[in-house]
């Protein structure tokens, strides 16, 4: 069984910086790409930013110059850097991870609880 654990939400200021981590545990062969996603009350999940395994990101136009998503393959760790925060970043944003966990490298999709993040003076 595969563990997405998320930690480092919280509440902070317009302009404060917050710093997620994911990490990756259990039965895992490869992990083919990470990816940050966030849920506001009465909208549609939406997909933040993404790494693969190789290192190229992508990022939602909104995030595009605050947030930086980066990896560390040796500890299976996946991190959001959020600077120049704005009220309308307050979500839950969820870590989503596509795992292979045989030899075969077929990949499965996994999810973490969710962390809440709160951008308000």
């Known amino acids: 069984q595969v563990r997405l654990v998320e930690s480092g939400g919280g509440l902070v200021q317009p302009g404060g910086s917050l710093r997620l981590s994911c990490a990756a545990s259990?039965?895992?062969?490869?992990?083919?790409?990470m990816a940050w996603h966030r849920r506001t009350p009465g909208k549609q999940r939406e997909l933040v930013a993404a790494?693969?395994?190789?290192?190229?990101?992508n990022y939602v136009d909104s995030v595009m110059g605050r947030f930086t998503i980066s990896g560390d393959n040796a500890k299976n760790t996946v991190y959001l850097q959020m600077n120049s925060l704005k009220p309308e970043d307050t979500a839950v944003y969820y870590c989503?991870?596509?795992?292979?966990?045989?030899?075969?490298?077929?990949?499965?999709?996994?999810w973490g609880q969710g962390t809440q993040v709160t951008v308000s003076s």
């Open positions: 989503n991870a596509d795992i292979a966990v045989s030899s075969s490298g077929l990949g499965y999709d996994f």
């Open positions: 259990g039965s895992i062969f490869s992990i083919n790409h």
């Open positions: 790494i693969t395994s190789d290192g190229s990101t």
